[in-house]
């Protein structure tokens, strides 16, 4: 998936877009993707970006995996960066407390 994204979708060029994870659903009617999008608050541009080229993802997918039936696929963000930068904030506040 992440080399079809590199081939057909356009990001903005100062958005960095990394393919996490992707499953596809035992019986191949849905697939999952996860991304992870620097900085965050370009992610609602990435799903914008993703919409406008799923025609060519599609097609990508359909020639790359050669499925009879292609997946519907459904994008969600890795919110592991966010966690991390709230759980740092959290400590930083415990040792301006002197609690830590």
């Known amino acids: 998936m992440?080399?079809?994204?590199?081939?057909?979708?356009?990001?903005?060029s100062t958005t960095f877009v990394t393919v996490v994870d992707a499953k596809m659903a035992p019986d191949q009617a849905?697939?999952?993707?996860?991304?992870?999008v620097i900085p965050v608050t370009d992610e609602e541009i990435v799903l914008e970006s993703l919409k406008t080229y799923?025609?060519?993802i599609i097609k990508?997918?359909?020639r790359s995996m050669r499925l009879r039936h292609l997946p519907?696929?459904?994008w969600t963000f890795d919110q592991t960066e966010e966690k991390a930068f709230g759980i740092e904030k959290y400590?930083?506040?415990?040792k301006d407390k002197g609690e830590l």
């Open 2 to 12: 992440a080399a079809n994204l590199k081939k057909t979708v356009e990001f903005p």
């Open 30 to 36: 849905n697939a999952k993707v996860i991304l992870s």
């Open 54 to 56: 799923r025609h060519d």
């Open 60 to 62: 990508e997918m359909a």
């Open 72 to 74: 519907k696929i459904h």
């Open 91 to 94: 400590i930083d506040e415990l």
